[in-house]
């Protein structure tokens, strides 16, 4: 399964990601993560990421491009693999299809998720993470068991820099200019499954999954 999760912010990507990695023992690939994980780390790239970011900006393509070329080659990555949070650029779409050519691979399916503007930002002010595993969770959308810390892991809960209610604003935005317009590209390529993302997290899995089979 070879898989794109696209939707604005707060959707519900990283949760359903998540799921999807059990079910299919295939790796998501959140960009997101993976930027926060280098700016956490102090490495050059994150330090190049990190003024972006706290912006609410998109990362420059070719830094993201080149991060998700190198990642598709990985061994585990053979089997399949689970997009999110990337492409988030009509130019990242067109490096994507083209480095996966050059691999001899195409995409199976690229599932947009479908959230009202007012239900993401109650979303994403209420999103709390995983400093250990990276889980998402919401204070009460989807709260874990222990009120306190990570059900997967027992690590600490964190609310993001960038999960503030301005910096929200702005990002959806940039993803209204920038990102949405991969909806028609891949509505065009075929490859478009576009769910309701404003149902409850097990019942948007259920659509996904029946996407997946019907694709
Ligand atoms: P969310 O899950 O809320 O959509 P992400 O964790 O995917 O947010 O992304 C957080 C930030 O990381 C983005 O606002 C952007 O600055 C940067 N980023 C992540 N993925 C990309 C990408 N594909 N292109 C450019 N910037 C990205
Ligand atoms: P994305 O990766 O698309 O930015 P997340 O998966 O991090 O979105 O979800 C954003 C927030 O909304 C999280 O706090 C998550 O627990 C919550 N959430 C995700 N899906 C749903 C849903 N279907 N209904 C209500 N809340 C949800
Ligand atoms: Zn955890």
């Given amino acids: 399964m070879k898989l794109i999760l696209l939707g604005p912010p707060g959707a519900g990507k990283g949760t359903q990601a998540k799921m999807l990695v059990e079910r299919f023992a295939i790796p998501q690939i959140a960009t997101g993560d993976i930027l926060r994980g280098a700016v956490q780390a102090g490495t050059s790239l994150g330090l190049q990421a990190k003024g972006f970011m706290d912006a609410g900006a998109l990362v420059p393509d070719e830094v993201v491009i080149g991060i998700v070329r190198e990642r598709l080659q990985e061994g585990d990555c053979q089997g399949g693999f689970i997009l999110d949070g990337f492409p988030r650029t009509v130019a990242q779409a067109d490096a994507l299809q083209a480095t996966l050519a050059g691999l001899g691979r195409q995409l199976d399916r690229v599932v947009s998720l479908t959230v009202d503007a007012e239900a993401l930002v109650q979303r994403l002010t209420g999103r709390r993470t995983c400093r250990g595993c990276g889980r998402g969770y919401h204070v009460t959308f989807d709260p874990p068991r222990s009120g ?11 609310q993001r820099d960038d999960d503030q209610e301005a910096t929200i604003r702005r990002r959806l935005s940039v993803y209204a200019a920038q990102t949405e317009p991969l909806i028609a590209y891949y509505r065009q390529a075929g490859l478009l499954a576009e769910l309701d993302g404003m149902q409850s997290i097990p019942v948007v899995q259920e659509q996904i999954l029946s996407a997946l089979q019907a694709g």
């Fill in 148 to 158: 306190e810390s990570c059900d997967a892991c027992g690590g600490e809960l964190y």
